[in-house]
């Protein structure tokens, strides 16, 4: 019995190490390699490669309208202890949003996968999109999220841009 | 004519053995040239992590700051005070990033910064550096992660981060150094150069400019301060005071190295030392098997 506590004692004092084998990185095979982020500010000049599509120009210096698709390329986070992984979507519904459509469904995707829809009924400043991500699905980075939006403002005369909602900022924590 | 052709013999030996004593001269004459003149001077690097000094000159930091600024040329300092702090950081070159730096008393060519995590905040300052003689060479000021949602064990965020930073590096075409404060902890008391992120610089082809002093850098965490390089060899480590810090400060002179760096894994060194134990067992055995047989007087002995 002492025995096994002193190899559980020595255990825990030396250390778990890493039982998976790392892989150098090699300059040839990472050359080609770009530096993703797992948060997008889509003001970021930094991530403007990883807005694939669906979002319109920079305004105010920190939003953007999108359109009624919408997508984006994250890295996957770094694995922290006792910490499950979420997709998190910063974004704002203006009043003359809600006024024209009544409400808003959003549904994400990441890399195919449904996360889930929410309803936005009420025009409001920064409402927060949480939804977890199975870890199996951040085992193959980088990530494609995808939003979808049942209903959008319609191109206009004043404004020839399909307009959804207001975009801040998309990320895996 | 008997003269002359004896003359010109002798003339030709002559010249011979004076061109051969030109030749000799100009050999040892360049020579000296090649192993003095074109030498490129070592790099003197240093890190430290300066945890957050404030203290007024005269203290131990400004000591520290006085040794360090006299004894190396490029410096990567982290969690270190704002450049219009007391410190006196002029007639330096410098690279500052939140609490990250980098000064060198070079040229900086071209610089800037590695977002080291892809989820948090954690831009970390690079330089390239023209010393006056040898190669522009790259230089890390590493500061990776230490705490996240309360915990520190986050090897494996810390090892996402070096990797990024290798990645980064890995566009250099040149030595590169990586010098900081890589909180190279593991569970409780384990971790240090079998740490991940450490142990992915040595896969890498990354040496500990350290290797051959040690030590702890931090007085409970252990050896979590390092100089990476790729590309030099270094000579004369010195492992500093703590200086008021929570880290000891790390001085190394750095030089081109003249073949590819050699990949060395943290087992090499024992494997080695385990090698030379197996092979002094072994010796001596043979040693005492021999003093038997001729103390015992063997068949082949008699003979």
Same mark, same amino acid.
């Given at each position: 019995?002492?025995?096994?506590?002193?190899?559980?004692?020595?255990?825990?004092?030396?250390?778990?190490?890493?039982?998976?084998?790392?892989?150098?990185?090699?300059?040839?095979?990472?050359?080609?390699?770009?530096?993703?982020?797992?948060?997008?500010?889509? #003001?970021?000049?930094?991530?403007?490669?990883?807005?694939?599509?669906?979002?319109?120009?920079?305004?105010?210096?920190?939003?953007?309208?999108?359109?009624?698709?919408?997508?984006?390329?994250?890295?996957?986070?770094?694995?922290?202890?006792?910490?499950?992984?979420?997709?998190?979507?910063?974004?704002?519904?203006?009043?003359?949003?809600?006024?024209?459509?009544?409400?808003?469904?959003?549904?994400?995707?990441?890399?195919?996968?449904?996360?889930?829809?929410?309803?936005?009924?009420? #025009?409001?400043?920064?409402?927060?999109?949480?939804?977890?991500?199975?870890?199996?699905?951040?085992?193959?980075?980088?990530?494609? #999220?995808?939003?979808?939006?049942?209903?959008?403002?319609?191109?206009?005369?004043?404004?020839?841009?399909?307009?959804?909602?207001?975009?801040?900022?998309?990320?895996?924590? | 004519?008997?003269?002359?052709?004896?003359?010109?013999?002798?003339?030709?030996?002559?010249?011979?053995?004076?061109?051969?004593?030109?030749?000799?001269?100009?050999?040892?004459?360049? *020579?000296?040239?090649?192993?003095? $003149?074109?030498?490129?001077?070592?790099?003197?690097?240093?890190?430290?992590?300066?945890?957050?000094?404030?203290?007024?000159?005269? $203290?131990?930091?400004?000591?520290?700051?006085?040794? &360090?600024?006299?004894?190396?040329?490029?410096?990567? &300092?982290?969690?270190?005070?704002?450049?219009? *702090?007391?410190?006196?950081?002029?007639?330096?070159?410098?690279?500052?990033?939140?609490?990250?730096?980098?000064?060198?008393?070079?040229?900086?060519?071209?610089?800037?910064?590695?977002?080291?995590?892809?989820?948090?905040?954690?831009?970390?300052?690079?330089?390239?550096?023209?010393?006056?003689? %040898?190669?522009?060479?790259?230089?890390?000021?590493?500061?990776?992660?230490?705490?996240?949602?309360?915990?520190?064990?986050?090897?494996?965020?810390?090892?996402?981060?070096?990797?990024?930073? =290798?990645?980064?590096?890995?566009?250099?075409?040149?030595?590169?150094?990586?010098?900081?404060?890589?909180?190279?902890?593991?569970?409780?008391?384990?971790?240090?150069?079998?740490?991940?992120?450490?142990? &992915?610089?040595? =896969?890498?082809?990354?040496?500990?400019?350290?290797?051959?002093?040690?030590?702890?850098?931090?007085?409970?965490?252990?050896?979590?301060?390092?100089?990476?390089?790729?590309?030099?060899?270094?000579?004369?480590?010195?492992?500093?005071?703590?200086?008021?810090?929570?880290?000891?400060?790390?001085?190394?002179?750095?030089?081109?190295?003249?073949?590819?760096?050699?990949?060395?894994?943290?087992?090499?060194?024992?494997?080695?030392?385990?090698?030379?134990?197996?092979?002094?067992? %072994?010796?001596?055995?043979?040693?005492?098997?021999?003093?038997?047989?001729?103390?015992?007087?063997?068949?082949?002995?008699?003979?």
């Amino acid at each position: 019995m002492s025995r096994i506590a002193i190899a559980l004692v020595a255990l825990v004092l030396l250390g778990c190490s890493n039982t998976e084998p790392l892989t150098p990185v090699d300059k040839a095979a990472e050359e080609r390699e770009t530096l993703l982020l797992s948060t997008v500010h889509v #003001a970021d000049p930094r991530v403007f490669e990883q807005l694939l599509g669906g979002f319109h120009q920079l305004e105010g210096g920190s939003w953007r309208w999108t359109e009624r698709e919408f997508s984006v390329l994250l890295e996957s986070p770094p694995p922290v202890p006792l910490h499950s992984s979420s997709l998190e979507f910063h974004f704002s519904v203006p009043e003359a949003t809600i006024a024209a459509l009544g409400s808003v469904t959003i549904t994400a995707r990441l890399n195919g996968v449904e996360l889930g829809s929410e309803t936005i009924s009420e #025009a409001a400043q920064d409402i927060v999109f949480i939804r977890p991500v199975p870890a199996a699905l951040l085992e193959m980075p980088p990530l494609r #999220a995808s939003f979808h939006l049942d209903n959008v403002m319609a191109p206009t005369p004043q404004d020839q841009r399909e307009l959804g909602i207001i975009a801040i900022s998309i990320a895996l924590r | 004519m008997q003269v002359c052709a004896l003359f010109s013999r002798h003339g030709a030996g002559l010249a011979r053995r004076a061109a051969l004593r030109l030749a000799l001269a100009l050999l040892a004459f360049s *020579s000296f040239f090649v192993a003095t $003149g074109t030498e490129p001077i070592p790099i003197r690097v240093a890190s430290w992590n300066m945890g957050d000094l404030s203290e007024r000159p005269g $203290g131990k930091a400004a000591h520290a700051w006085d040794l &360090l600024s006299s004894k190396a040329d490029v410096l990567a &300092l982290q969690e270190c005070p704002t450049p219009d *702090s007391s410190l006196d950081q002029q007639e330096w070159y410098g690279v500052y990033e939140h609490s990250n730096a980098i000064l060198s008393r070079w040229p900086i060519i071209q610089s800037g910064l590695v977002a080291a995590n892809p989820a948090w905040p954690r831009d970390l300052p690079w330089a390239d550096i023209e010393p006056p003689s %040898g190669p522009a060479f790259r230089i890390y000021s590493v500061h990776l992660t230490f705490r996240r949602g309360g915990t520190p064990f986050l090897a494996q965020a810390r090892e996402v981060e070096a990797r990024r930073i =290798l990645i980064h590096a890995s566009g250099f075409d040149g030595p590169v150094v990586v010098a900081g404060d890589f909180n190279s902890i593991g569970w409780i008391l384990g971790g240090q150069a079998s740490a991940p992120a450490i142990q &992915l610089l040595q =896969l890498s082809g990354y040496t500990d400019a350290l290797a051959a002093i040690g030590g702890r850098t931090h007085a409970l965490l252990g050896r979590i301060d390092w100089i990476y390089t790729n590309g030099l060899h270094s000579t004369e480590p010195i492992l500093g005071d703590y200086a008021g810090s929570d880290h000891r400060w790390l001085l190394a002179n750095l030089s081109p190295s003249k073949d590819d760096p050699v990949q060395v894994p943290t087992s090499a060194g024992n494997n080695s030392v385990a090698l030379l134990a197996v092979t002094a067992l %072994g010796l001596s055995g043979i040693v005492v098997w021999w003093k038997r047989r001729v103390r015992l007087g063997s068949p082949t002995s008699a003979d």
